[in-house]
Structures are given as structure tokens and as C-alpha cells.
């Protein structure tokens, strides 16, 4: 029995640890939800220009879509985690996003992050609106603008 749970240990063990650390950073963006974004993005890049160019025949889509690549930019992302994360943090993040509170983190960022972005641009506007009616009531914001006091000493 110890063989049994030992064998799949040891294959993990190999598996992991031949990995390099270019593989656990690619791992590691397939696990947090990037790299499917990332692939959405390619698709839907290409889909709004057929929208907007619907004259184009699929022809050259065709064409078109072999030279957009996706990995272009996921390359480029890997060497971001590369040199900001040693290999060691890395596999501490992958065995993170491993774990429930890691899964559900993935699971529910993006919604996290469009609620983040929502609620950032209203409280930007609450911001503008408050400083725009405090700088009006004060009457700096008449046209023309009132007169500077003067600085003579």
C-alpha cells in the first residue's frame, strides 16, 4: 500500500521539480486566470475588426489572424513574474492558487476586479462633484475668475 501512495508522490516530486521556471511561471498564469483571458482577448480582438470591416472577406481574416498571437504577449508576461518573483515564490503562488481560499480567489477576481474598477470611477466622480460645488460656492469657479490676492509684502 505505501508503494501505492508513494509512486504518485515521487512522480509529482520529478515532475514539479524538472520543471523550469519558465513552465511554473506559465503554470502558474493558467492557474490565477490570465492566460484564458488572454486568449479570449486574441479572439474578440480579431471578431471587433470583422464587425467594424465586414466588407473584408474571410480570406484574408485568415491571414490576418496567423500574425496576431497571443503568445507575443504571454511571453512577455512571463519574463514580468520572471524578474519580479524568485523560482521559489513562484512555487509558493502556484501552491496557493492550489489551495480552496486559492481557487476562490481565481474563481471570483475578475468579478472583484470589475467591481473595483466601478466603484473607484464613482467615487472619482464624487470626488470631482464635491470639489467642483465647494470651489463654486466659494466662487472660484465664476467666469472670469476672481482676482488673486496679492502677495506684496
Not at 481557487?103 to 477576481?109: A, G, M, V
Amino acid at each position: 500500500m505505501r508503494k501505492i501512495i508513494l509512486f504518485p508522490m515521487i512522480l509529482f516530486c520529478i515532475n514539479f521539480y524538472s520543471q523550469t521556471k519558465q513552465d511554473k511561471i506559465k503554470e502558474l498564469i493558467s492557474l490565477n486566470g490570465t492566460f484564458p483571458i488572454y486568449k479570449e482577448a486574441e479572439r474578440n480582438i480579431i471578431a471587433e475588426y470583422k464587425k467594424k470591416y465586414n466588407h473584408v472577406p474571410e480570406s484574408a481574416w485568415k491571414n490576418i489572424e496567423r500574425k496576431v498571437n497571443i503568445d507575443d504577449l504571454l511571453n512577455k508576461v512571463i519574463n514580468i513574474y520572471d524578474s519580479r518573483f524568485s523560482e521559489k515564490e513562484i512555487e509558493e503562488l502556484l501552491a496557493f492558487y492550489k489551495t480552496e481560499v486559492g481557487k476562490k480567489l481565481i474563481q471570483n477576481s475578475f468579478d472583484m476586479i470589475t467591481e473595483i474598477q466601478n466603484e473607484s470611477k464613482n467615487w472619482g466622480m464624487s470626488v470631482m462633484q464635491t470639489v467642483n460645488a465647494d470651489l463654486e460656492s466659494s466662487g472660484y469657479l465664476q467666469s472670469p475668475p476672481p482676482p488673486m490676492p496679492s502677495s506684496d509684502k
